[in-house]
């Protein structure tokens, strides 16, 4: 298995300019979760799916942050406009939970987003 | 969710034990402890999970005593390479862990 995949890996844009990430989930895990961590604020949880659903989106910041999860095997999350305080590592993480009570994350390398 | 609080850093010699607690004081009764790894530039890593007492695998042990208000990671004979973030997680199936800023560890030479 590959694993979870991201693209792009780095990401250098303008302030303003519109920034869509993309994530490849482990094929057969029903859940799907996208991170973003900063020196000052950690891993934060962002938004999560199961089967495609958004299930919890409280953690986007604001409007300008969107996800998507169009099937079981592709996600975007979109910032527009992006601002230098987007500038961090985010992170993919898919699950096969809800199976059973125990829950394991597997992350993708991330993408180091750096707007200027 | 379990809130968790563990050490911002901690440092250790290559070669000795390492051991990380975690408190978990309102940890819910079907809530796992799970612990994660993290590199520089490298997503986290799942290390180990348990319910109660010991669990042990190939790179790790945990200790969760009876009351389950706390864990400790036990990682032996640490090397250069064990250097990272450790983060202690609480939850079950139902709900999304969440991170905290987690344990910076530096084995030193």
């Known amino acids: 298995d590959a694993g979870v995949i991201q693209s792009p890996r780095h990401e250098v844009t303008e302030m303003g300019q519109e920034v869509t990430l993309r994530c490849k989930p482990i094929?057969?895990?029903?859940?799907l979760f996208w991170y973003r961590q900063t020196m000052m604020r950690g891993l934060e949880l962002l938004i999560y799916?199961?089967?495609?659903?958004?299930?919890?989106d409280s953690g986007m910041p604001e409007d300008r942050f969107s996800a998507k999860m169009p099937n079981a095997s592709f996600s975007t999350l979109k910032i527009q406009p992006s601002e230098p305080r987007d500038s961090a590592v985010y992170f993919c993480?898919?699950?096969?939970?809800?199976?059973?009570?125990?829950?394991?994350?597997?992350f993708g390398p991330g993408t180091r987003l750096l707007v200027l | 969710l379990a809130k968790t609080t563990q050490p911002i850093s901690m440092d250790s010699y290559e070669g000795q034990e390492v051991n990380i607690t975690c408190s978990h004081n309102?940890?819910?009764?079907?809530?796992?402890i799970t612990w994660y790894q993290q590199f520089p530039s490298q997503g986290p890593r799942f290390i180990i999970q348990g319910y109660k007492t010991k669990v042990t695998n190939e790179v790790a042990s945990l200790f969760i005593p009876a009351d389950r208000k706390s864990s400790t990671l036990s990682l032996p004979r640490v090397s250069l390479s064990d250097t990272a973030v450790y983060y202690c997680?609480?939850?079950?199936?139902?709900?999304?862990?969440?991170f905290g800023k987690g344990t910076r560890l530096s084995v030193i030479a």
């Open positions: 993480a898919s699950s096969p939970i809800g199976s059973g009570d125990k829950e394991t994350q597997y």
């Open positions: 309102n940890i819910a009764t079907n809530d796992y």
């Open positions: 799916f199961n089967n495609n659903v958004p299930i919890d």
């Open positions: 997680l609480g939850g079950s199936g139902n709900t999304p862990l969440v």
């Open positions: 094929s057969g895990h029903d859940y």
